[in-house]
T-cell receptor, first 109, second 119 residues
C-alpha cells in the first residue's frame, strides 16, 4: 500500500527561524511531490510541487527531494506567525494523490 | 474565475439516514477527487473521476458509499445508512493535466468542504 509518513508535531519554532518539515514516501514510482498548507478549518492549498531531485525555491519556501532515499522536505525561512498551519505532504501515485497525515507547525511570536 | 464549490457546507443527520454531498468543479477541469478528513487527521482518498473513464473507487470505505459524476462536471457523493464514524469533512478537488508537460503533475484545487455530523 502506498503510504506517506510525516511527524505529526506540533513543531514549534520562533518567529524568524527556519522551519523544517519532513516526509517519507513508500512508492518508488512516484513522479510528483506536493506540499499543501491547511489552516485550521480551511481547505488545503498548494504551496510547492517538485519532481526533480534537488532543491526548488519559491520565495521563503524551499522543497527538497531525494528520490533514492524516498524523502521530501519543506524549509520555511524567516518563519512568520501566519505560517502556523498544518502542512500536508503528498505524492502522485498513478492517477491518485496520496496524502500524509500532516505536520502541525506553530510559529511563536 | 470561480473555484470549486461544495454544498451543503454543513450537514447534520441522524444515524441511518442517507445523505448527498455535491461538488461543482472548476469549469474545464477533467479530474475530480473526493477525500474525507476526520478531525485532526490527514486526507483519506475516496474516489477519482477522470473524463469519461471508469472512476477509481478503490478508496471507498464500504458499499454504503457511492459517487457519480454527471456530464463530466458536477459530482454527487452519496452515503447510505449513515453511521457515526462517517462524521468528517468531505473535500472535493478538481484538476486538469498541464499541457506540454511530460511529468505526471497537475495541481488540485480544493473546495471548502462539507462538514458532515452523524448523530
Amino acid at each position: 500500500q502506498k503510504e506517506v509518513e510525516q511527524n505529526s508535531g506540533p513543531l514549534s519554532v520562533p518567529e524568524g527561524a527556519i522551519a523544517s518539515l519532513n516526509c517519507t514516501y513508500s512508492d518508488r514510482g512516484s513522479q510528483s511531490f506536493f506540499w499543501y498548507r491547511q489552516y485550521s478549518g480551511k481547505s488545503p492549498e498548494l504551496i510547492m510541487f517538485i519532481y526533480s531531485n534537488g532543491d526548488k525555491e519559491d520565495g521563503r519556501f524551499t522543497a527538497q527531494l531525494n528520490k533514492a532515499s524516498q524523502y521530501v522536505s519543506l524549509l520555511i525561512r524567516d518563519s512568520q506567525p501566519s505560517d502556523s498551519a498544518t502542512y500536508l505532504c503528498a505524492f502522485k501515485g498513478g492517477q491518485n494523490f496520496v496524502f500524509g497525515p500532516g505536520t502541525r507547525l506553530s510559529v511563536l511570536p | 474565475g470561480a473555484g470549486v464549490s461544495q454544498s451543503p457546507s454543513n450537514k447534520v443527520t441522524e444515524k441511518g439516514k442517507d445523505v448527498e454531498l455535491r461538488c461543482d468543479p472548476i469549469s474545464g477541469h477533467t479530474a475530480l477527487y473526493w477525500y474525507r478528513q476526520s478531525l485532526g487527521q490527514g486526507l483519506e482518498f475516496l474516489i477519482y473521476f477522470q473524463g469519461n473513464s471508469a472512476p477509481d473507487k478503490s478508496g471507498l470505505p464500504s458499499d454504503r458509499f457511492s459517487a457519480e459524476r454527471t456530464g463530466g462536471s458536477v459530482s454527487t457523493l452519496t452515503i447510505q445508512r449513515t453511521q457515526q464514524e462517517d462524521s468528517a469533512v468531505y473535500l472535493c478537488a478538481s484538476s486538469t493535466p498541464t499541457s506540454g508537460r511530460a511529468r505526471s503533475y497537475n495541481e488540485q484545487f480544493f473546495g471548502p468542504g462539507t462538514r458532515l455530523t452523524v448523530l
